[in-house]
Structure formats: structure tokens, C-alpha cells
């Protein structure tokens, strides 16, 4: 598990804590936007960046 998963496991670690944080936000904030809405928008713009970095 030395290189192909790293960035796999990183990104799903990352969409928990956003999940979680949007969880712990909603209840003190009104958050307009669902949180699995949220979490889409999220990997997209990671995979954006991913496919971003690998081209250049």
C-alpha cells in the first residue's frame, strides 16, 4: 500500500471530516445545501484538481 492507494484513503478521510463538519455546522448554522450534496461537489472538485495536476 505504498502509492496506489494513498491518495484513495486520503480522499475518503477527507470526505468524512467534510460530512462530519457539515453535520456539526448544520446544527448550529443553517447550511442551505444537503449534506450529501455537499460531499458530491466535494469529490468533484478534489477529482478536478487531480485530473488538473496529472495533465500539466
Not at 4 to 17: E, H, K, Q, S, T
Not at 19 to 43: C, D, E, N, Q
Amino acid at each position: 500500500m505504498s502509492g496506489a492507494y494513498d491518495g484513495a484513503i486520503l480522499l475518503g478521510l477527507l470526505v468524512l471530516f467534510v460530512v462530519l463538519g457539515v453535520r456539526w455546522l448544520r446544527k448550529r448554522v443553517h447550511v442551505p445545501w444537503s449534506t450529501k450534496g455537499i460531499a458530491v461537489v466535494f469529490i468533484f472538485a478534489v477529482l478536478l484538481l487531480w485530473a488538473y495536476q496529472t495533465t500539466t
